[in-house]
């Protein structure tokens, strides 16, 4: 149990610095025009995802790719979402206040989407 969950910490937490990065570049170089700012607790999700694996009983390779699988998905969804709704999204801990946060609509989304 300890092992699996070291190995989602760690393929998590890289893969949450990844997202802060890119979507901060984003923000940084790309004129929103007519684009609102949302926010989306990506942490929160993370938080989710990595409870609900370590409660299953499997191989440290298979819990591997689910974290790759599922930080794909995310990764997408939060980008058509964003597309589709013409908005900028940012993680919410980088936005201190102002902004709509979208988290639970991106979840319902990636439920749907997995049914």
Known sequence: MREKMEILLKNTGGFIAGLLGAAL??????TPGQQKIGTVNITQMIDGFVQHESV???PPQTVKADVQQFGHKLEQE???FAQQHHLLLLPREAVIAGAQDYTAAIQKSMREQSA
């Open 56 to 58: 299953q009983s499997l």
């Open 25 to 30: 570049i984003f923000a940084l170089y790309h």
């Open 78 to 80: 939060m980008q058509h």
